[in-house]
């Protein structure tokens, strides 16, 4: 199935908790984007997010790191549409060094997957 993509850089506007550190909640929104994405390109509307079935944590995610998150539709029934979803942290910011160092990770490190299903209602779907 398709896969879609978005790349975003953790501001300090995203930091929630001391240290920089980014809320959870954040990696949901970003998987919400990418949903709204994948219901545009299958049903040509937007749809709704009704409800996560699985959420898992897997590292922290600081202010100034930069965030893949990447979701596909992996079943479908006549209005629902189940994905699955997984956010990647490909640079790291590197405050310890200087305020603007940053290292690209060779090899992302994982830390949030997720699955949830969404729904276009029959009327909306155009494709």
């Known amino acids: 199935m398709e896969e ?3 790349r ?3 501001s300090s506007h995203d930091a929630h908790y001391g240290g920089n550190l980014v809320d959870g ?4 929104g970003l998987f919400g984007d990418v949903a709204t994405e ?3 390109r299958r049903d040509g509307d937007e749809g709704l997010f009704v409800a996560y079935d699985k959420v898992e944590f897997k590292a922290p995610v600081y202010a100034g790191d930069y965030i893949e998150a990447v979701g596909r539709i992996v079943s479908e029934g006549n209005s629902s549409r189940k994905m699955e979803f997984e956010a ?3 640079i790291v910011a590197r405050p310890e ?3 603007s160092a940053a290292d690209f990770l060779e090899e992302p ?3 949030c997957i997720a699955s949830g299903t969404c729904v276009v209602p029959k ?3 155009r494709k």
């Open 88 to 90: 990647r942290k490909v």
């Open 123 to 125: 009327a909306s779907q």
């Open 109 to 111: 490190v994982v830390v």
């Open 25 to 28: 909640a954040r990696m949901l």
């Open 4 to 6: 879609v993509m978005i």
């Open 97 to 99: 060094i200087s305020a």
């Open 38 to 40: 994948l219901l545009i």
């Open 8 to 10: 975003m850089r953790m």
